[in-house]
């Protein structure tokens, strides 16, 4: 049967994904060459052999081939936190959620694949808006995941309990700081953890504990 499913996935969806995987490859590659902007999906489509309309088949622009995936990251990271027990500390929930991204770069292909993507992503200011953009949208259903956990009377929300907040506002802004807070802390780690060569996930636990002995430490003026 063509739509067996392995691996939670049919098929199609294997199928689906090995083609995609083959663009974005070829896409990278030509992007290095001669840099993005001048590579048009025409000729991205005559590098694996198919034509321009089979092309928007997988995917509907050359900035989706680029950052189609991040599309769908923060309704992944949202998803990892609801899986943390209601009753753990937002930011250990928030360290656990990155959990994903430190097995992925922890595969050496992986992580050479994301390097290159991270490389054409800053070549063009388009795609870096967009990425951006995407970061935005996932770190908002972050703070509403911490909302929601923090309704549901787990001991998890210390953005109240370490500062007294005294509106829905405030608290809100507390998550949103925060959740930015944890997002730097993982690009700050994966950035030295790639120039010196260590580990993602003890870099990380160090990023974020240094952030946490700060605001703990910090006066609140």
């Known amino acids: 049967m063509t739509d067996e499913r392995a691996g939670g996935e049919t098929l199609r969806e294997r199928t689906r994904r090995a083609v995609q995987s083959e663009l974005l490859d070829a896409g990278q590659r030509l992007f290095a060459e001669r840099g993005y902007e001048a590579v048009t999906v025409d000729e991205i489509a005559a590098a694996v052999g198919m034509s321009k309309r089979s092309f928007f088949r997988y995917f ?14 923060g309704e992944a990271f949202a998803a990892a936190l609801a899986s ?14 990155f959990d994903g991204v430190v097995a992925y ?15 054409v992503i800053n070549s063009s ?4 808006a967009g990425y951006l953009e995407r970061m935005e949208r996932a770190q908002r259903l972050i703070v ?27 608290s ?22 790639r120039a010196n060569e260590l580990p993602l996930g003890e870099t990380l636990d160090e990023a974020m504990a ?12």
């Not at 943390?84 to 959620?97: F, I, K, Y």
């Not at 992986?110 to 991270?118: C, F, G, I, V």
């Not at 953005?159 to 509106?167: C, E, M, N, Q």
């Open 172 to 193: 809100e802004l507390r998550r949103t700081a925060m959740v930015a807070a944890a997002f730097a802390a993982l690009s700050t780690a994966h950035r030295y953890a």
């Open 144 to 170: 509403e995941e911490l909302a929601r956990r923090a309704n549901a009377g787990g001991a998890a929300d210390e953005t109240s309990r370490l500062v007294g907040a005294r509106s829905h506002a405030t």
């Open 60 to 73: 509907g622009s050359k900035e989706a081939l680029v950052l189609g995936k991040y599309d769908r990251q």
């Open 84 to 97: 943390r027990p209601v009753e753990e500390p937002s930011w250990m929930a928030l360290r656990r959620m």
């Open 125 to 128: 200011e388009t795609l870096r």
């Open 105 to 119: 770069v922890s595969d050496p292909e992986l992580a050479r694949r994301a390097a290159e993507l991270d490389r």
């Open 210 to 221: 240094a952030v946490a002995a700060v605001a703990a430490t910090a006066p609140m003026t």
